[in-house]
């Protein structure tokens, strides 16, 4: 969907033209916009329940005749009856992946997407005016267009397009947050703007008078937008899967960010506990994604190969495993929806499963020969499992036939076992039950399993109860958080929490090759390793200091390759920079401010982050800022294979062209068959 652009009457940079973008059509009718509009329809109902109940649950402490009473809890248990079923419907959008998913996507098990928190249009317009004449002494009409295109900004901000773009939009609106509570809203008074948002698990409203809210559902947005371009990515390609990888590490970090900066947010959805699940969720999900970058060219028909994506599956496992368990928690596991959870166990069970499959595999089809390498194939087994069946060592097994059918066979019994349970716990959800890319997904693995039990068996064989031991996991791509440069940078250094000194210039001499100190950082870049006896440390540079402009160029917002390209003259002339460096500061108490969340009043630590505007009054100013403009920096840049059983039957995708299926007898030597 195409974004439209409205010019905002504001001169980023001193340029002309330049424009906001807006959000989607909230009218468009994609499986989407649907669903965004489902559960702001839900919202309201949820919302007007719970008005009735608390109006009800009043009356019932406030009445003494029984008459009166009896047809208040009556009422109460009609009104709880509903609020039920409004919820199990809000569980039900929740649970609706297969919109989130890639149109092309027919072979690979669908990944989950957090939904949008809704929330209500804001009215800036008098509240602000009035403020600007009463505290600046300005006339509040002046500011007219700004103050529409701010409100404008953050409606299109309610329907953001599932693209960077959307993410910009966000962080763009993220941004101007700062700098309007500085000029808004002072911490002596309330301005009477209220801000409602809504959870997006139960539909509970949270409104607050301060922006604490709105800036920590802002970024709840931009992870739950990440979330969404990764499952909207084609898994097929490798570049589709190293966008899903990117955006759910970028989910991740961001959600991490909302945890660590607003400790006491009173919506469930962004509470510790729940965010530290959905941390491990997409975290889980990117770690899946990894994999299915490894086997996606194929999987070589080797032993060392076989073993290595046997511990990468198991790693899969272990994570999603750690996933469930933190969903089935109290109290996380009242509000996560139930389809969650499940999907969670059926892969925890799958990719255990796979684990052992591709362990069978290794023992089974490929026996120690005179050309293999017997001490790193001990080694690789040793290093697989964390415990070897009793009386039996790596070398005895790997030399053994016997041996290696006895414990591949068990194995191969484990990966059916686990298939099995996947399927039955896929059954018992009716929400996965709609997702038959999921079952035919499942159900051919446990077919593969099947048919490597089958062509090992031999007739009059007798049962062997052999237990096959645990697969070690291990990764060798494993996935970490990833915070934007749009929330970790400069604002993490240049913000009301800390206290800095004023910029310092040093020169920096031709002739220097080198400068005696390194850089390091996205922005702002910092100086680390600095000689103390080079002339720049001489001149007044310390370890630690933050580069903030290379000449007469603001260089806040760049990264280390950025600076070096500034600092490439140094040989030919004089250079200055000017430093600053962090001091230390006293932590203050957050500020407290009234929330109702459902009728209940909480309070709510205010912890923000603000930008530095003394950086910007040595610029000469050809024509009055508006306040949005002020301060702001515009930094938004924006051949045998078998591969992982998929739901694919046409024949198109590169792993599932006609080819043998298992290798046969005669490629057990063969090094460059591809499992």
Known sequence: MMDALLSNGIKEGGGEGVYFRKGCNPFAQTGRSKLQNQRATLNQQIIKQMRMRAGA??????????????????????????????????????????VYQNTQETANIPLIALGLKETKDVDFASLFKDFIL????????????????????????????????????????????????????????QTGIFFTWYDSFTGVPVCQQNLSLEKASVLFNMAALYSQIGTRSNRQTIEGLEQAIYSFQKSAGILNHLKETFTHTPSYDMSPAMLSMLIRMMLA??????????????????????????????????????????????????????????????????????????????????????????????????????????????????KKKDERERIGKAHIRRAILGHEEALRIYSLCHHLNKLEILQDILTASHQRSLNKCSENEEEEEF?????????????????????????????????????????????????????GFNLKGESPVQVVSLDPLCPAATGGLKEGDFIVAVG??????????????????????????????????????????????????????????????????????????SFLSFGLKNRLKSTSTLSLPTADHSGTLPWNKPCPSFPSSSSYNNDSALY
């Open 57 to 98: 649950e009043n009356l019932l402490k406030a009445t003494s005749n029984n008459k009166v009473k009896e047809m208040v809890l009556l009422e109460l248990s009609y009104v709880n009856s509903n609020l039920q079923l409004l919820m199990g419907e809000l569980e039900g959008l929740n649970s609706s992946v297969e």
């Open 552 to 625: 007469d160029i603001d260089c806040k917002w760049m990264s280390v390759s950025g600076v070096m390209r500034l600092l490439k003259d140094v040989n030919e002339e004089v250079i200055d920079i000017q430093v600053v460096s962090i001091m230390d500061s006293n932590p203050q108490m957050p500020t407290k401010s009234a929330t109702f969340c459902g009728n209940v009043p909480k309070t709510y630590s205010m912890i923000c982050l603000a930008y530095n505007d003394d950086d910007k009054k040595s610029r000469k100013v050809t024509k009055k800022s």
């Open 285 to 398: 999900q990117a770690q899946e994604c990894l994999f299915e970058k490894t086997a996606l060219p194929g999987i070589r028909n080797q032993f060392h190969s076989l073993m290595k994506m046997a511990q990468e599956a198991a790693k899969v496992s272990e994570i999603y495993d750690q996933v469930h368990q933190s969903m089935i928690q109290t109290p996380i596991k009242d509000n996560v929806p139930f389809f969650w959870s499940t999907m969670s166990q059926v892969k925890t069970n799958h990719y255990r499963s796979m684990a052992h499959y591709f362990v069978a595999s290794a023992l089974m089809d490929h026996q120690l020969g005179l050309s293999d390498d017997e001490d790193q194939q001990e080694k690789t087994l040793s290093q697989v499992y964390d415990r070897l069946p009793e009386g039996r060592s790596p070398l005895e097994i790997l």
């Open 463 to 515: 049962t062997d109860y052999t237990e096959a031991p645990d697969i070690i996991s291990k990764t060798e791509h494993k996935a970490e958080m990833e915070v934007p440069a749009t929330i970790k940078g400069p604002l993490s250094v240049f913000s009301a929490r800390q206290r800095w000194t004023a910029p310092r210039t040093i020169q920096l001499l031709p002739g220097d090759q080198d400068l």
């Open 134 to 189: 009463e505290h600046y002494s300005e006339d509040g009409n002046n500011f007219e267009e700004a103050i529409a295109d701010l409100m404008d900004l953050r409606k299109a901000c309610r329907t953001p397009s599932r693209d960077e773009a959307g993410v910009e939009l966000l962080a763009k609106y993220s941004s101007h947050l700062p700098l309007i509570e500085s000029r808004f809203f002072p911490p002596t008074r």
